[in-house]
């Protein structure tokens, strides 16, 4: 997992918005981080601790972060794009890093080439899923996330991106859809490493405090 290879091993963890606790577990598996998280939805929060992890009830607030602080890690996998003042949490979350500490967050990535078609097109459809899920507020692309950070006073120190060929465009547009699975998977991959910018499905950042 992208947001894992961010992360030190063994380090303390806060995961924001943790829901299930699916990307906790994973996180946890592949660095052995001490791991807390948050979820303000109570049937989430009660399957992520099924998974054997430590979840709080509630949102991030100053006296969560006194109380369970500091970390050297606080992640936003899928979370910032939700939010009508993102930049606000962040700031918050801030207060609860260790020196030297870092935010790692996952985004949707609008400048992906089929919201560029759509855009051509004169279209600008919401989904239920995806980039263009219906309940994201925010849109990035790899610039602005990165000056979002720096007006924050944190610095950009790794990007990189998913691929996800799992997208409802790739089963219903052409050549994708003619595609075997497996070669749709390799070209997609090839042209994401040459074009991140616009084959990307998310940014996956690490913010570094200045």
Known sequence: MKLASLISKKSRVLDVGCGTGSTAEIIV?????RLVGIEPDARRKAVACERGLNVIEGTLSD????EYGPFDTIVFADVLEHLQNPGELVLLSKTGLAPG???VASVP????WFVRLDLLR???NYRECG???ATHLRWFTRETLHRFFDNLGLQVTHHL???NTGMIEYSQSWPWSWLPRG????LVRQLVNRLPNLFGCQHVVRATLK
């Open 101 to 103: 500490g870092s935010i």
């Open 131 to 133: 980039i263009m899920d």
């Open 29 to 33: 598996q592949e660095t052995q981080a």
């Open 183 to 186: 070669a749709r998977m390799w």
């Open 109 to 112: 990535n609008i400048a992906h």
């Open 63 to 66: 006296d969560f972060l006194r």
């Open 122 to 124: 004169g279209r600008f």
């Open 161 to 163: 991106y998913t691929v």
